[in-house]
């Protein structure tokens, strides 16, 4: 301790008592190596307190009295005459409390990094986590009630869904040749196409209506699916409403309408995301169907959909009526005119 080295030389007289029951005795008090020597007029070494471990009873106030720390029995004190020797145990006291760890200071700050923990795991770690136990415990059925919830409410402003019975019809068969679940066309829908949980594909009508032969409906059907493979529709949904909306989906089994409002709007709204290339091709090649009319339906000119037609998978090979013309015709007639 480098203060030592200014106060090696220092002695003082002082009264010291080594136990409670005894009488006290006149010393001569100088500080040592790292210790405070307590030694009797003949220069006899009484006692040898560490620096590091003395304790004062009277702070403030003199006489000053000390005592060896967890020993108040044994004493020093220093009368007012010696305050340059009392300066001198209290800089070395400071100095020692200074290099001492604080406990205080690094429990706090052990509290403050726990929370800080336990907040990054609520905002960073939780939400996903959750979310990721609903996608594992929901069942098809309340996925399928989620999609026809997001249907009603998407025909309010698209107008109620298309409905002729022999459109119906040929719809049921388009949706059993693509080989997905469940499709409805609504009349004014902003997006061509959207996909919804529960396996439910819905479509705008000019999609049908606005084109001379179903394998442009088809496409846009089959990039759903495509987009779909890319993010489960109930994981899209629950990103949007919120970690509140999934742990009420957790423990209710439901959703608050206002979330389902919220969700239903997004989707009118929201920039769509092309679907992956590859995903989408492979969607052809199994169905049997040819990528570019969808791709010229798209863009006409072609500049922005050019791999969709280089790479069309049915190029030159010979394809399948997708719908009879009956059904095609019955399609189209699906909104009533």
Known sequence: MTALKKYTRLEATGLWRASPDAQRREVIVSI?????????????????????????ANLGTRPAI?????????????????????????????????????????RGLGVVLSITAVLALIVF???????????????????????????D????????????????????????????????????????????????????????????????????ILAEVARRADMDPLRALLKVVGPRENFRLLTTGDLSPQALDAYAEHLS???????????????????????????????ITGETVLDLIEADPMMGRPTEPLLSDGDWLRLQGICGG
Not at 40 to 50: E, R, T, Y
Not at 139 to 150: D, H, I, N, W, Y
């Open 32 to 56: 040592g190596d790292a210790t405070l020597v307590i030694s009797d007029l003949k220069d006899q070494a009484l006692a040898h307190w560490s620096l590091a471990a003395i304790a004062r």
């Open 125 to 151: 770690w939780l939400p996903g986590a959750m979310r990721d136990n609903t996608l594992r415990v929901v069942p098809q059925v309340k996925r399928e009630s989620l999609g026809t919830a997001l249907l």
């Open 153 to 220: 409410r998407l025909q309010r402003v698209s107008g109620t869904a298309c409905n002729s019975p022999a459109g119906l019809t040929a719809l049921s068969r388009l949706a059993g040749r693509l080989k997905v679940d469940k499709l409805a066309v609504l009349p004014q829908m902003t997006q061509p196409s959207q996909h919804l949980p529960g396996g439910l594909i819905v479509l705008n009508r000019g999609v049908i209506e606005d084109f001379e032969e179903p394998d442009v409906v088809a496409g846009y």
């Open 269 to 299: 709204t929201r920039p769509r995301s092309a679907p992956d290339l590859a995903t989408l091709l492979a969607l052809f090649e199994d169905a049997r169907l040819r990528s570019t009319p969808y791709a010229r339906a798209r863009d």
């Open 66 to 106: 000390y005592f060896p720390d967890g020993d108040e029995g044994e004493t020093l004190e220093l009368p007012d005459t010696e305050g340059e020797m009392i300066d001198a145990i209290e800089t070395l006291r400071r100095a020692v409390s200074r290099a001492r760890p604080k406990p205080g200071r690094l």
